[in-house]
Nanobody, 122 residues
C-alpha cells in the first residue's frame, strides 16, 4: 500500500495563495486517482478535488472551483494542491488520498496522508 505525506500547510492571510504537496512512497501509477480532502475544525471530512492520473481530468468541489488546482508535481511521486484567493472558511486540515475511482467519497480511497493544517485569518 502506498504511503502519502503532505506538506506545505501553515498560517496565511485572506487572499493569499498556498501550495500543498503530497509525496507518495513510490511513483504514482497512471491508473491512480489522487484526491484532496479537508476537515474543518469541528466538522466532517469533505471532498476538495481529485485528479485522474492517466487523463489529467479533474473534479472540484463547488466551494473551491476556480481557486484550487490539482497538478502533478516535479517528480513522478508528487501531486500538488495549488490554492489561491484563500478564505477563512478554507481553514482545515488537508489530506491527500490515493484511489482508483474518480469518487468524491472518502471511503473510496485506500491510502491517506497524515494531513497538514492550513489556517486562513481575516
Amino acid at each position: 500500500q502506498v504511503q502519502l505525506t503532505e506538506s506545505g500547510g501553515g498560517p496565511v492571510q485572506t487572499g493569499d495563495s498556498l501550495t500543498l504537496s503530497c509525496t507518495a512512497s513510490r511513483r504514482i501509477y497512471s491508473s491512480a486517482v489522487m484526491g484532496w480532502f479537508r476537515q474543518p475544525p469541528g466538522k466532517e471530512r469533505e471532498f476538495v478535488g481529485l485528479r485522474r492520473w492517466n487523463t489529467g481530468r479533474t473534479n472540484y468541489a463547488d466551494s473551491v472551483r476556480g481557486r484550487f488546482t490539482i497538478s502533478p508535481g516535479n517528480s513522478p511521486d508528487t501531486v500538488y494542491l495549488q490554492m489561491s484567493n484563500l478564505k477563512p472558511e478554507d481553514t482545515a486540515v488537508y489530506f491527500c488520498a490515493y484511489g482508483i475511482q474518480s469518487s468524491t467519497a472518502a471511503s473510496d480511497y485506500t491510502s491517506w496522508g497524515q494531513g497538514t493544517q492550513v489556517t486562513v485569518s481575516s
